[in-house]
Nanobody
Framework: QVQLVESGGGLVQAGGSLRLSCAAS????????LTWFRQAPGKEREFVAA????????DYADSVKDRFTISRDNAKNTLYLQMNVLKPEDTAVYYC??????????????????WGQGTQVTVSS
């Protein structure tokens, strides 16, 4: 059974940093692309960052480029999102998601089969 569990969210002041983690179990971690999405209150879930199975390729939303870094440790079955220079507009529930690596890396919510439960990130001004 595929499981994804996020952690590391919390309350931080604008300009601060947080590091999110997503621990995976129940499947061969390195055979999946992994992606972070987020959903703010009253808004649709949106793409944040994605990473290929061997971390050779990454993709970022323009809104987080140069501030966020996605990474993965296949030996630890863990995905990370280092978030720096946080802004109030980064406030959202952050979700990790997995997609088989025999498909292309994607930004589309509907193309991901497995999701974590989410972790809340709140950035105060």
């Amino acid at each position: 059974q595929v499981q994804l569990v996020e952690s590391g969210g919390g309350l931080v002041q604008a300009g601060g940093s947080l590091r999110l983690s997503c621990a995976a179990s129940g499947w061969i971690f390195s055979t999946y692309h992994l992606t972070w999405f987020r959903q703010a209150p009253g808004k649709e879930r949106e793409f944040v960052a994605a990473i290929g199975r061997f971390a050779s390729n990454t993709d970022y939303a323009d809104s987080v480029k140069d501030r966020f870094t996605i990474s993965r440790d296949n030996a630890k079955n863990t995905l990370y999102l280092q978030m720096n220079v946080l802004k109030p507009e980064d406030t959202a529930v952050y979700y990790c998601a997995a997609r088989p690596a025999n498909k292309r890396l994607s930004r589309r919510v509907t193309e991901y089969d497995y999701w974590g439960q989410g972790t809340q990130v709140t950035v105060s001004s």
